[in-house]
C-alpha cells in the first residue's frame, strides 16, 4: 500500500520565494501566483493575457517571442539566469527555469519559475552558476483544474509517481491512484484552490515508482491566478530532495570559497585549497598547474599563441584525491608537468575555453600515451570523465585545472561544468589578488636589496657580517635596513633601523632614511643629535605627503633606529636609539649584556618632547662582540622580546667563532618557522688602533706650537716608514695647529692615524667650525685651508664634547698599503 506522511515544511524543495507563472505556447501569461507579484510588482489582472516579453525581456531580446519559443520547444525548455522587468521597468536579476507541460490534443503550455538570486544564494554567489545548477535538478509539474482533473504534467513526474502522463491528463489522481495517499494529495489541492492564496505546503511523501519501492520526495502546493485575479489552477511541484539537496550543497560550498580561497596570498597554497575543496565535492580527483611564471607574480604569464609554439612548463601546484596518497597524478607538488602535445590541456592552453569529456576515450593509441606515465596512471586508477579548465586573469592565462572522475560512476555534465568554472573564477579572483601582490612583493623586496648596502666597509674599526630575511609571502617585505658608514679618524658608524609596515612604501621609506643618516653622518654629528635631526626630517617629509597624498589617504611614516658609534683609538662605542631594542654586547670571554640604553621615541610620530634622544658611551675590549637586529628576529607570536633576547645572546656567545657561523647559528631558528616580520642582523667585532698605529700629543698654545708639531710629525712619520708623506703632512699639520693657537683658548691635541689613509686631527675649544674661503690677491690670510684642501684626499671637522676636532685624510703610498689591512681583533 502507497504510504503519505506529511509533516513540517521540507528543506529539499525551496519553493516559498518562487515566483510562478504560466504561459501558453505563444509565449501569452495564462497564470500568476503572489509570488510573482512580491517579485515584479505586477498583479495577475495586470499580466495574465499579455506577453511574457512584459516581465521577461529575455523573450524579446534580438528574436521574437515566437522564436524563442521554438527554441524552448527544442530543447524541452530553458534554464539560466538573466533579467526580469518589475512595474517600475527596473530588472532584477533572477534565475529563471521555464519547463514544457503537455496536455490534452497535444496542447503545450510553459511552467515558469523565477528565483531573485540574491536571497538564493547570497550576495557573493554568482548568479551565472547558481541558475543554471538548479535548474538542472528534476522537477516535477502536475497542473490541476478547480474540478482535480489533470490539465497538464511533464514527463518528469510521471518519474516521480509512476503514472504516465497518457493516464494522468484528464483525470483525477483518485481516480489513477486509489488510496490514503491519493486522497491527501487531493485534499491538499482542494485547500490551496479554496484559499485561492500562493502559500507553499511541503511535505515528504513516498510515491510508488513503477513497481519498485518507493523513496522520497519534496512537494509543495501552488495557486496560479488568472485575469480576474481568482483561482484558476494548482500545481504541484515535487522534486527528489537528495537531488535538490546536493545541488544547494555544492552552491553553498561555491560561496564559502571566496573566504576561503582569499584568505591567503600564496598561489601554492591558494592552488591546494582550491583542489581540496572540489574533492569530493564535484570530482574524485583535481590537480591545479600553473604556468612557471605564476608563483613569482612574474608578468610573462602565457597568452595566445599560434599553433607549434613551445610552451613554458607547468607546475603542480595544487592537488586531492578521495584516495590517500594521490595514486592518479605521476606528478608531484610543486614539480614540473609535462603537457601531452594534442591533448585536452593544450587545446585549454591554446583556446582559453574549457574542456569536457563526459566519457574519456582509454583506447591505445589516444593523446595520454604521449606521455606513458600520464596513459598508465589514466587507465590503472579507472579514469572515465575529464573536465580542464583554464585560470584566466586580465586575458593572462596563469594555468590549468583538471577534474577527474574514478570512483563515481556518473560522467561530469554541463551542470558540473558550470559549478567548476565557478569555483575556478572564485580562485582566479585569490590568484591574481596574490599574483599582483607577489609582484608588489618582488619589487619591494629588488629595492630594498638595492638600497641595502652590498659591502659593508668597516675599515681597521670593525669587522662585519649581516643578514637580512624578509617576511613570508603573507606579511611581504618590510622597511628593515642596516648601515656601517665609514667616518674619519678611522671611526665608524653603524646603524640598524625599522620602518613601519611592509611593502614598496615602506622599502622606499627606508631608502629615503638610511640616505638621511649617510647624510646626516657626514657631518660627524653626535649620535643623539643625528636622532634628532633625522626625526625632524621624517616629520616634514609626514607633513609634505599628508598635504597632498597621492591616494587620497594620509600617509603615516614611523621608524625604530639605533645608531652608533665606534672609535678604535679609544675603544668607546657612542650609541643612541629611537625606539629600537639593545644591542647585545658580548665580551671576548662569552659575557652577553644588553645595555641599558634610553629607549627614546620613535622617529617621525612625534612623541619626542624636550631632549628625547639620549647618549650612551660604552669602552668595549678589543675582540668585543655587537649585534645589531631588529624586533622581528628577537619577537614572535610564540615568545616575548625578553625571551627572543635571551635566545640571541645565547647563540652568540660562542668566542672565536666566525661572524658568518654565528649569524647563521642566530637566525637558523628563524628561517624554521613563518614569520610576520622581516629579520635584520648586523654583527661586529671591534679591533683597536694601538699604539703602533695611533700617536698624540698636547702642544701649548703659543707661537712654538707650530714648530712643535712639525718636528713630531716628522719623527713620527719616520718610525711608520712614510717619510714619502713628511712635506705635506707638516704644511697640514702647521696650517691647522695655527688655526688653532690663533682662534682657540687653551691646549691643542695632534693626533696621527695610520689606517686606510693617514688622519691628522687637531683638536682645540673652539666650537666655530672652519670655513674654506677664497682669498684675494693683496689678503694676507685666509690661504691656509685652501692649502690644506689641496694637499689632502678630505678633510672637515666634527664636534668634540670641549670644542671641536679639525681633521685631513691623505691616501697612503703604495708600499705602504699592506700596513692598512684590518686588524685582527684578538
Not at 517571442?65 to 530588472?91: I, L, P
Not at 610543486?334 to 583556446?351: I, L, M, Y
Not at 617621525?604 to 628576529?633: C, H, M, N, R
Not at 666634527?798 to 703610498?813: C, H, S, Y
Request: net charge negative; hydrophobic share 40%.
Amino acid at each position: 500500500m502507497n504510504t503519505v506522511t506529511f509533516g513540517k515544511a521540507s528543506s529539499g524543495l525551496d519553493m516559498p520565494d518562487t515566483a510562478l507563472a504560466m504561459l501558453d505556447e505563444q509565449g501569452t501569461i495564462v497564470g500568476w501566483t503572489q509570488a510573482a507579484e512580491h517579485l515584479v510588482g505586477r498583479s495577475a489582472e495586470g499580466v495574465v493575457g499579455r506577453s511574457a516579453a512584459l516581465v521577461l525581456p529575455l523573450f524579446g531580446e534580438g528574436q521574437s517571442t515566437s522564436d524563442f519559443v521554438k527554441h524552448c520547444r527544442a530543447q524541452n525548455g530553458w534554464s539560466g539566469t538573466t533579467a526580469v522587468r518589475d512595474q517600475h521597468g527596473r530588472t532584477i536579476e533572477a534565475c529563471l527555469r521555464i519547463t514544457m507541460l503537455r496536455g490534452l490534443a497535444g496542447a503545450v503550455r510553459w511552467f515558469v519559475s523565477m528565483v531573485d538570486t540574491g536571497p538564493l544564494a547570497g550576495d557573493t554567489m554568482s548568479s551565472l552558476v547558481s541558475g543554471p545548477l538548479l535548474g538542472r535538478v528534476p522537477i516535477g509539474v502536475s497542473v490541476r483544474d478547480p474540478q482535480l482533473r489533470c490539465v497538464y504534467a511533464n514527463d518528469v513526474m510521471a518519474e516521480h509517481d509512476g503514472i504516465p502522463c497518457d493516464q494522468r491528463l484528464g483525470r483525477r489522481l483518485t481516480e489513477v491512484a486509489p488510496g490514503p495517499r491519493s486522497e491527501a494529495l487531493e485534499a491538499m489541492t482542494r485547500q490551496v484552490l479554496r484559499s485561492g492564496t500562493t502559500k507553499v505546503h511541503e511535505y515528504r511523501t513516498w510515491m510508488p515508482v513503477g513497481k519498485g519501492r518507493g523513496y522520497p520526495l519534496a512537494a509543495s502546493f501552488h495557486c496560479l491566478q488568472g485575469a480576474d485575479g481568482q483561482s484558476l489552477v494548482a500545481c504541484l511541484v515535487s522534486a527528489d530532495p537528495a537531488e535538490s539537496r546536493l545541488a544547494r550543497e555544492r552552491l553553498a560550498a561555491v560561496g564559502e570559497a571566496e573566504a576561503r580561497l582569499g584568505g591567503t596570498l600564496d598561489v601554492m597554497r591558494i592552488s591546494q585549497e582550491l583542489a581540496e575543496l572540489a574533492v569530493p565535492l564535484l570530482a574524485d580527483f583535481v590537480a591545479v598547474d600553473l604556468e612557471q611564471s605564476t608563483p613569482s607574480g612574474d608578468r610573462s604569464t602565457v597568452r595566445a599563441a599560434s599553433a607549434g609554439e613551445q610552451r613554458p612548463a607547468l607546475r603542480r601546484a595544487g592537488q586531492a584525491s578521495i584516495h590517500a596518497g594521490v595514486p592518479e597524478s605521476p606528478w608531484v607538488r610543486g614539480g614540473p608537468v609535462t603537457v601531452p602535445q594534442a591533448s585536452p590541456f593544450a587545446a585549454v592552453r591554446n583556446t582559453g575555453r574549457s574542456h569536457l569529456e563526459p566519457i574519456l576515450d582509454r583506447a591505445p593509441g589516444t593523446w595520454m600515451d604521449h606521455v606513458p606515465a600520464v596513459g598508465e596512471k589514466t587507465r590503472s586508477c579507472g579514469v572515465h570523465s575529464l573536465m580542464v579548465l583554464p585560470i584566466r586573469a586580465q586575458n593572462a592565462l596563469l594555468g590549468v585545472v583538471l577534474f577527474l572522475r574514478t570512483e563515481d560512476p556518473t560522467p561530469f555534465h554541463e551542470g558540473d561544468l558550470l559549478l567548476a568554472e565557478e569555483l575556478v573564477r572564485r580562485a582566479v579572483r585569490a590568484l591574481d589578488n596574490a599574483r599582483r601582490y607577489a609582484r608588489e612583493q618582488t619589487a619591494a623586496l629588488a629595492l630594498q636589496r638595492n638600497l641595502l648596502p652590498r659591502r659593508l666597509q668597516g675599515g681597521i674599526a670593525v669587522e662585519t657580517a649581516s643578514r637580512y630575511l624578509p617576511a613570508d609571502v603573507e606579511h611581504g617585505v618590510g622597511g628593515d635596513w642596516f648601515d656601517v658608514i665609514p667616518l674619519s679618524g678611522a671611526r665608524v658608524a653603524l646603524v640598524v633601523g625599522d620602518v613601519v609596515g611592509h611593502g614598496l612604501h615602506a622599502a622606499a621609506t627606508m631608502g629615503t632614511l638610511r640616505a638621511a643618516v649617510r647624510t646626516l653622518a657626514d657631518l660627524e654629528l653626535p649620535p643623539a643629535e643625528l636622532l634628532s635631526r633625522l626625526d625632524n626630517t621624517i616629520q616634514r617629509l609626514v607633513e609634505e605627503e599628508d598635504c597632498e597624498p597621492a591616494d587620497g589617504t594620509a600617509t603615516v611614516v614611523g621608524a625604530t633606529c639605533l645608531y652608533a658609534v665606534y672609535d678604535p683609538a679609544t675603544r668607546v662605542c657612542t650609541m643612541a636609539g629611537a625606539g629600537h631594542p639593545p644591542p647585545a654586547i658580548i665580551d671576548p670571554q662569552g659575557r652577553v649584556t644588553f645595555p641599558d640604553l634610553p629607549a627614546g621615541a620613535p622617529l617621525g610620530l612625534g612623541l619626542g618632547l624636550g631632549d628625547p634622544f639620549q647618549s650612551v658611551e660604552l669602552e668595549l675590549p678589543e675582540g668585543s662582540l655587537i649585534a645589531f637586529y631588529t624586533d622581528g628576529l628577537v619577537e614572535s607570536r610564540d615568545r616575548d622580546i625578553n625571551e627572543g633576547m635571551n635566545s640571541l645572546g645565547a647563540a652568540l656567545a660562542q668566542p672565536g667563532r666566525a661572524l658568518e657561523d654565528l649569524c647563521d647559528r642566530a637566525t637558523e631558528s628563524f628561517l624554521e618557522q613563518t614569520s610576520c616580520d622581516d629579520v635584520t642582523l648586523l654583527l661586529v667585532r671591534t679591533c683597536s688602533l694601538g699604539t703602533d698605529r695611533a700617536a698624540s700629543w698636547t702642544l701649548p698654545s703659543d707661537e712654538y706650537a707650530s714648530r712643535k708639531a712639525r718636528q713630531l710629525v716628522g719623527g713620527q712619520l719616520h718610525t711608520w716608514g712614510l717619510d714619502a708623506l713628511t712635506d705635506s703632512t707638516k704644511l697640514i699639520v702647521s696650517e691647522l695647529v695655527t688655526n688653532a693657537v690663533r682662534h682657540g683658548a687653551g691646549t691643542v691635541t695632534l693626533s696621527l692615524k695610520e689606517h686606510n689613509a693617514l688622519t691628522c686631527e687637531v683638536s682645540d675649544t673652539n666650537v666655530c667650525v672652519p670655513q674654506l674661503r677664497s682669498a684675494g690677491i693683496t689678503d694676507e690670510n685666509g690661504r691656509g685651508l685652501f692649502l690644506v684642501a689641496q694637499l689632502s684626499r678630505r678633510w672637515g671637522s666634527r664636534p668634540a664634547p670641549k670644542g671641536k676636532v679639525v681633521w685631513a685624510e691623505q691616501e697612503l703610498p703604495g708600499g705602504a698599503c699592506s700596513r692598512s689591512r684590518p686588524l685582527q681583533a684578538a
